[in-house]
């Protein structure tokens, strides 16, 4: 009997779902697997179900002198490395294995069963043979006899002769009456010698289960076992495993007690599960796994090698391995910078590494981020100046840019409606002190200076908060026990003007009681008053630096409501709102195309209801890969079409489009970090102060401002993180740009596609032309950076605009 694990991996039988992709699997997110096409191209590398198999009757076929055959021809697409190097190719034995024609056994299975015996007739296996390089591709060529009464091709098994791995990107077989059989593959192919089982590829045509064909049935359903796993063993590199396990691998208890962590995952500390790396167990801590320099990833969900050679040559892992290390022999201190100017030198200055002796590997490694290091310059480590930088240096001191960021910048999900007045707080006053608010009626309407009452504002839709009070404050006291960390719990009132800006009218920042002293908490806000003025600046810096702690963890966007006459079925809250209007022309393209790809092949209720495969995997999602949350009543059912649909389009927008607007425009908006600094490390001046730190602030602001920012090393080494979070591999795979192989053979989910692929070049024009409408002045407007995060298509590196298929990193 089958678990209610569905998985898929590399060259399936392709059920149903329009998505595939070449990404790396990723612990934690909101799916684990899937068994259907369209939700990896947000997990894996082009994959649909596979299964292994050795057929019952695996034996060569062998023809009587009067039975009539028909010759074809096999190639096999094997692709080579970056440097040239067929992968699958070694010295020795590998290469005698060349030279004797037997580096890949092949296996044609028949598609459907012997109508006679009832049984799977017998399949047809040969050799292939190293042919000619083709496009930075090796061809293997095999030729079969086909007995004339073998039907159609349903899958080919392919068992790999050499001692590593190949990566297989395809087998075309030419030479049936029927035409040409195609089989998409990219996948790895493991040694034999690691795993006798051979892997199997199905031709490039979508089954639902129940119309599956009769030959192959068992091979699909023998592969979805072999992809659950069993529970047990350490995962090795070569394998397609997919299982759950909490996060209990963060951490290194053996080291440390300082280096142990918590289990994610579980009642404690519920949380959405990883995958399965089977690691021993830790010494000191049973629960949690011991630490390994080895990550287990799925094979086919593990980097292109493309993008981990990028990866590992000029992104995080340099960054993390040969930046970081270097910065903090330059910088070699824990201060602040002295002044602002300090803060632009970074740009046009740059980082001396004098002390450094190697220099020179750093320039191969991170060429965008470090724009010169020479000798001549003593070795000098420069950064990029983010696009915000660029077009206004004093933006990010306006409030106008504090505001539009809000719907135009990096977390543009915080800001939700206030809907209740006054506000207050759920959480225990026993604990955290008075639940109400300081910011009072009074307060709000003399800000907005009589132009309506409070309440008639929240009636109106008028007020809007970035509400942090209730999420921080818990973590308040624990977090400010830290050196050189402060934390408030925090809430920011805005105010929609007539024109479709927001203006901010109030910050409150609340301390908890903490050992004698009680519950401290107050209000600041934008003033003419030089003091005042200073204070709301600090207060910003902290309401920032609790966004950019906020920013995709949680979202709420509770800011639009349903009206059958708007476009898309919602009306904004804020019509000049630039990620939500672009978003739901996005979200409604990829509904559609989903709409179309679904109601394609489950066209009536009961083929969803009796696709046991399909619900298999709904339940899988809900039970095993979020356990914690299985019986929450907000999980959708899947009983429909429609319900599919939905389910499958949130899918896709959360790894895509949602994943798109909140990471790449990171460097763009965070890279000068005045502008949105990731941490504040100074209590505000006018919580408890001593009479000299309040003269101190008196007599230089500036410096309390500094204070507050990140440290030096602190900053740069986010800035050197967030450019290749911002980053596009080489690689990289956008929504709609390729249509897959298996999609183009059925001409209705070809046409799909390509009205799919169309609507998303309409949505570039769209994007463009909001961003030069003077009219919408959250994104348009003198050193304003236009909003084209969720411009479909992109180029490589660091450009603000582009949706992938999936999350990498």
Not at 468 to 488: A, F, I, Q, R
């Amino acid at each position: 009997m089958l678990k209610p694990q569905l998985h898929q991996t590399s060259q399936s039988i392709k059920t149903l779902i329009p998505w595939s992709t070449t990404k790396s699997f990723v612990s934690g997110e909101i799916l684990a697997s899937f068994p259907i096409n369209i939700l990896n191209k947000n997990l894996r590398q082009k994959k649909n179900f596979r299964v292994h198999y050795y057929a019952a009757n695996s034996t060569k076929a062998v023809l009587s002198s009067t039975e009539k055959s028909t010759s074809v021809k096999a190639v096999v697409t094997v692709q080579k490395t970056v440097g040239g190097t067929n992968l699958a190719l070694t010295r020795g034995l590998d290469d005698i294995g060349d030279l004797l024609g037997k580096t890949l056994l092949l296996e044609i299975v028949a598609d459907e069963l012997d109508p006679k015996a009832g049984t799977e007739k017998p399949s047809i296996k040969t050799f292939a043979h190293r042919g000619r390089d083709v496009d930075g591709d090796t061809h293997y060529e095999a030729d079969f006899v086909i007995p004339e009464n073998f039907g159609e091709v349903g899958a080919v098994l392919v068992e790999n002769e050499h001692h590593k791995e190949m990566y297989v990107k395809n087998i075309v077989i030419d030479g049936f009456p029927h035409g040409i059989v195609h089989i998409t593959c990219n996948s790895w192919v493991h040694s034999k010698f690691d795993n006798p089982e051979k892997r199997i590829f199905f031709t490039n045509k979508s089954y639902l289960p129940s119309q599956t064909p009769s030959a192959i049935k068992r091979l699909r359903e023998r592969e979805l076992v072999i992809m659950r796993g069993d529970g047990f063993g350490q995962r090795k590199q070569f394998e397609r495993v997919y299982d759950y396990d909490v996060y209990n691998d963060i951490g290194d208890p053996d080291a440390s007690d300082d280096t142990k962590r918590p289990v994610l995952g579980g009642k404690e500390f519920p949380y959405p599960r990883r995958c399965k790396s089977g690691g021993p167990r830790s010494e000191k801590d049973p629960l949690s796994e011991s630490k390994s320099t080895f990550a287990y990833v799925p094979r086919d969900e593990a980097f292109s090698e493309l993008k981990d050679l990028s990866f590992r040559g000029n992104t995080l892992y340099s960054v993390l391995h040969a930046v970081v290390p270097a910065l903090k022999s330059a910088i070699n201190t824990d201060d602040g910078f002295p002044h602002f100017p300090a803060i632009d030198s970074l740009f046009n200055v740059g980082v001396d590494l004098s002390p450094l002796n190697d220099k020179s590997s750093l320039l191969n490694i991170i060429p965008r981020l470090i724009k010169a290091i020479s000798n001549t310059r003593k070795g000098v480590l420069l950064f990029e100046t983010p696009e915000l930088l660029q077009r206004d240096k004093f933006s990010w001191f306006k409030d106008v840019e504090f505001a539009r960021q809000t719907l135009a910048g990096l977390n543009p999900y915080s800001i939700r409606l206030v809907t209740e007045w006054p506000l207050k707080s759920k959480l225990d006053p026993e604990i955290y002190g008075p639940p109400e608010s300081a910011i009072t009626k009074e307060l709000i309407e003399l800000e907005i200076a009589g132009f309506m009452t409070v309440e008639e504002a929240v009636k109106q839709k008028k007020l809007f908060i970035l509400d942090y009070h209730d999420l921080l404050l818990p973590y308040v006291n624990k977090v400010n026990e830290l050196k050189g960390s402060v934390v408030y719990g925090s809430r920011t009132l805005f105010f929609l003007t007539p024109d479709g800006t927001l203006r901010p009218l109030a910050i409150e920042l609340t301390r908890p009681p903490v050992c004698d002293k009680p519950q401290w908490k107050q209000v600041y806000c934008p003033t003419w008053h030089a003091t005042g003025s200073w204070l709301w600046k600090l207060a910003k810096a902290h309401v920032l630096a609790h966004d950019s702690g906020y920013h995709q963890l949680v979202s709420h966007w509770g800011m639009a409501v349903k009206d059958p006459n708007a476009p898309y079925g919602l009306k904004l809250t804020i019509e000049d709102y630039p990620f939500a209007n672009d978003g739901l022309v996005l979200w409604d393209t990829l509904k559609q195309w989903v709409t179309d790809y679904v109601n394609h092949y489950y066209t009536e209720t009961e083929l969803i209801k009796s696709d046991t495969e399909l619900q298999a995997w709904w339940t899988e999602i809900k039970d095993v890969g979020h356990g914690d949350k299985k019986d929450e009543p907000w999980w959708p059912e899947l009983k429909t079409p429609d319900d599919l649909i939905g389910i499958i389009t949130t899918i896709v927008w959360v790894t895509s489009g949602h994943h798109a607007a909140v990471n790449f425009g990171q460097y763009s908006y965070a890279g000068y970090f005045p502008n949105r600094p990731t941490t504040a490390r100074a209590k505000m001046p006018t919580e408890d102060p001593t009479d000299e730190e309040w003269e101190n602030f008196l007599k230089k602001p500036e410096d309390a401002l500094l204070q507050c920012f990140p440290s030096q090393i602190q900053a740069t080494t986010v800035m050197a993180v967030l450019d290749v979070l911002s980053n596009h591999s080489p690689d990289e795979e956008y929504l709609g740009e390729k249509i897959e192989p298996y999609w183009a053979e059925d001409p209705v989910i070809n046409a799909a596609f390509e009205k799919f692929s169309g609507r998303l070049k309409e949505l570039e024009g769209i994007i463009d032309g909001r961003n030069a409408d003077c009219n919408l002045m959250n994104r348009n407007g003198a050193g304003v950076v236009p909003y084209e995060l969720l411009k479909p298509f992109s180029g490589p590196g660091v450009t603000g605009k582009g949706v992938p298929y999936s999350i990498s990193i």
